[in-house]
């Protein structure tokens, strides 16, 4: 090989490895899948434990990850739990508010 060959294939082996680490560096700025035990999926919904354990209350959508005797849930999956029920209190919410009626207020009856 000539020294220059040897040079500039040198300098494409840096570069590569620059290229490597940068994409490397830009990945662990992405947020992996974050896993939760049932106590803290409980503790962000409001629940207990063995509700989240027996799928109660909404939980049984939630992918389970079992790893021995340990069973793990994804934070995203919780987090989108956890706007759903509060779409959906807001809008039972709204039912429970006055409705106007040719001008009169009417309540709605459950």
Not at 25 to 41: F, N, Q, W
Not at 58 to 66: M, N, V, Y
Not at 88 to 105: C, E, M, T, W, Y
Request: glycine fraction near 8%.
């Amino acid at each position: 090989m000539r020294s220059g060959t040897s040079h500039a294939l040198t300098n494409v082996v840096g570069e590569v490895w620059h290229l490597i680490l940068a994409v490397y560096s830009v990945m662990s700025l992405v947020p992996t899948r974050r896993r939760i035990d049932a106590k803290e999926v409980a503790e962000l919904l409001g629940c207990s434990r063995k509700t989240v354990l027996n799928g109660k209350g909404g939980t049984s959508a939630l992918t389970r990850i079992h790893n021995g005797s340990h069973v793990r849930f994804l934070l995203e999956e919780v987090l989108q739990l956890m706007r759903r029920q509060e779409q959906n209190k807001n809008l039972s919410i709204r039912d429970l508010h006055p409705h106007q009626i040719n001008g009169q207020s009417h309540t709605s009856k459950l």
